[in-house]
């Protein structure tokens, strides 16, 4: 049985002169939390567009649970639950009421539509909020609300499209905790939308770099930072320091002769020092080679650490940095 529930092959979409989305290419597997990072205006709103078949892509193709979005938008719909970044409820109703509500659009009958809205109020943390108006919710919990909305007709999928803008740091962690156990615990396949790096970062399993309609990348972080800085994966930098009594270096000689051992070693791309202190860009860990070497040399190893390449170092590259990406 295939395991991909998301399929997009060679995904286009234009208005007018302008490609919004371009060749688009992308696999999100059964039960996997994939984050859809990029800037606002990259296309990643319109890809959702098209992958719950509300608006048709110029070519290319688009599967949604074996489905095709384009031809069967409807057999979509009932697997896929959206959340946009603002949910619309009716503000005189209670969150049992309208939870109710969007049961029985569902085709529940009342008395299953309220055992379930009860049910999902309880899942989302909002039982003792249930007969409260849902005009007088905060933003975190309209949020929490627009979830069990979306879990009403039991999706298969949810796309959650920019959910946490406007929900301060607590409600966004809290809210972030109830996505992975929703997923882990009923196998949702869930598609996080968002230029929210450190949120994605969080609770994605893969990331996918979105700029100007194309997927520049995708994988997981050590996948990214190899794959985005596979000349430099690792930055080592080495507190080193020079004892009279030990070793075979002569004062005056030491830095030198450090250096051409450090840059002898295989992988080491280069190597650069600033005092007492020694960087080394890598194409993988080479700590504990560095550091054997270092010690046999006979100098002091004050201190040894490594930088690897995480999400700050790629949003500022591809989304500010303003650089050539290709």
Do not use: W
Not at 81 to 86: H, I, N, R, S, V
Not at 212 to 223: H, I, P, W
């Amino acid at each position: 049985m295939d395991r991909n529930t998301i399929e997009l092959v060679d995904l286009t979409k234009k208005y007018g002169s302008h490609t919004v989305v371009d060749n688009l290419n992308l696999t999100v597997q059964k039960g996997e939390i994939f984050g859809l990072l990029g800037p606002n205006g990259a296309g990643k709103s319109t890809t959702i567009l098209m992958l719950m078949g509300l608006t048709e892509p110029d070519s290319g193709s688009v599967k949604v649970c074996g489905i095709n979005s384009t031809r069967n938008p409807v057999e979509v719909k009932k697997k896929v639950g959206y959340l946009p970044e603002d949910v619309g409820f009716y503000d005189d109703y209670t969150g049992l009421e309208n939870l109710i509500y969007t049961a029985m659009l569902n085709g529940l009958p009342r008395n299953d539509a309220r055992e379930k809205s009860k049910q999902l109020l309880q899942r989302v943390g909002l039982s003792d909020d249930a007969q409260k108006k849902a005009g007088k919710y905060s933003r975190g919990m309209r949020q929490r609300l627009g979830l069990a909305d979306v879990l009403i007709k039991n999706p298969e999928v949810i796309i959650l499209d920019e959910p946490t803008l406007g929900i301060d740091p607590a409600g966004v962690r809290e809210f972030l905790e109830l996505i992975v156990q929703l997923s882990k615990e009923d196998g949702l396949t869930v598609l996080f939308s968002s230029h929210h790096l450190h949120q994605v970062q969080q609770v994605c399993d893969r990331v996918g770099l979105f700029v100007k309609g194309k997927l520049l990348a995708e994988g997981d972080l050590n996948t990214l930072s190899q794959k985005l800085f596979a000349n430099n994966a690792f930055t080592i930098k080495a507190g080193i320091s020079y004892n009279p009594g030990a070793g075979n270096y002569k004062e005056k000689q030491f830095p030198k002769s450090l250096l051409e051992v450090l840059r002898d070693i295989e992988g080491v791309l280069s190597v650069r020092n600033s005092e007492n202190t020694f960087i080394m860009e890598c194409s993988s860990d080479l700590t504990p080679l560095i550091a054997r070497k270092v010690i046999e040399s006979g100098a002091n190893l004050n201190f040894l650490n490594k930088k690897e390449y995480g999400l700050d170092d790629i949003y500022y590259r591809y989304f500010e940095g303003g650089q050539n990406h290709e």
